[in-house]
Nanobody, 121 residues
Framework: QVQLVESGGGLVQAGGSLRLSCAAS????????MAWFRQAPGKEREFVAA????????HYADSVKERFTISRDNDKNTVYLQMNSLKPEDTAVYFC??????????????WGQGTQVTVSS
């Protein structure tokens, strides 16, 4: 049974930082491309960042470039999202996803339950 468990969300002031983690189990993590998506209230789920299985390539949504960094540790079966210079518009539930490198949510095989990030102005 595949499980993706996100952690690290919370409340932070604008300009602050958070580091999200996603711990994976039940799959050969080192074989999977991984990604982060987010969903704000009343909006569709949107792509944030993705990383190839070996960490050799990443790509980001324009809205988070230069502020967010995706990384992974295949020994720990964990993918991370370092978020700096946070803005109120970054407020959303953040989801970890496995099995794709696309901006399209429907192409991913597995999803976590999400972690709430709230950025106050």
């Amino acid at each position: 049974q595949v499980q993706l468990v996100e952690s690290g969300g919370g409340l932070v002031q604008a300009g602050g930082s958070l580091r999200l983690s996603c711990a994976a189990s039940g799959l050969t993590f080192s074989s999977y491309d991984m990604a982060w998506f987010r969903q704000a209230p009343g909006k569709e789920r949107e792509f944030v960042a993705a990383i190839k299985w070996n960490g050799g390539s990443t790509h980001y949504a324009d809205s988070v470039k230069e502020r967010f960094t995706i990384s992974r540790d295949n020994d720990k079966n964990t993918v991370y999202l370092q978020m700096n210079s946070l803005k109120p518009e970054d407020t959303a539930v953040y989801f970890c996803a496995a099995g794709g490198y696309s901006v399209v949510a429907g192409t991913y095989d597995y999803w976590g339950q999400g972690t709430q990030v709230t950025v106050s102005s």
